[in-house]
């Protein structure tokens, strides 16, 4: 297990590389995902490979989680690990962290009926801190993590999206 000194180390590092070569931080994140059984995904990014599906209800065979799962996943896991990557940099002590994730969504939209909007409704994330540090201390670690948080910016601005179509590869 990481300690917060070894988290830290890690930290600096990674901005003085950063700030000697920028383009060490540029790059190109690529996920493969296949159809395997009806809505049944496997997905692979690098070492990783996961699993999504629907559930039965859906049309699914409710084997692995739904997509909304792994991207509210995606958003509570990365502002958690951003908290205690900001938390060790600042050298804020944090002895639990947790983050709820929940997202108000309407299904009308994704079946395209009755002119609903596709997408979540709102999105709210309650973060749970245990930590001796003073309450100024802990909300700097917070809204440091928060402005430069990479999935709370896909969550909370548009992005472009492009799509490229290869048909019969």
């Given at each position: ?22 383009y ?75 983050v ?15 002119e ?8 709210r ?45």
């Open positions: 297990m990481q300690t917060r000194n070894e988290i830290k180390a890690a930290f600096d590092r990674k901005v003085n590389a950063l700030s000697l070569r920028p060490v931080g540029q790059g190109t994140a690529r996920t493969s995902v296949r159809i395997v059984d009806g809505l049944s995904c496997e997905i692979q990014d690098g070492p990783w490979k996961l699993f999504a599906d629907m559930s039965a209800r859906s049309g699914g065979n409710g084997q692995g989680p739904d997509p909304g799962v792994l991207g509210r996943s995606a958003l509570g896991s990365c502002l958690a690990i951003s908290y205690v990557l900001w938390a060790s940099r600042l050298e804020v002590p944090i002895d639990a962290l947790e709820d994730v929940e997202a108000d969504y309407d299904a009308r939209g994704m079946y395209g009926w009755d609903v909007e596709a997408g979540y409704l709102e999105v994330y309650t973060v749970r801190v245990s930590s001796p540090a003073p309450r100024e201390a802990i909300m700097e670690v917070l809204d440091l993590a928060d402005r430069h948080g990479s999935y709370l910016a896909v969550f909370g601005k548009p992005q472009r999206v492009v799509r490229e179509v290869l048909l019969n590869p």
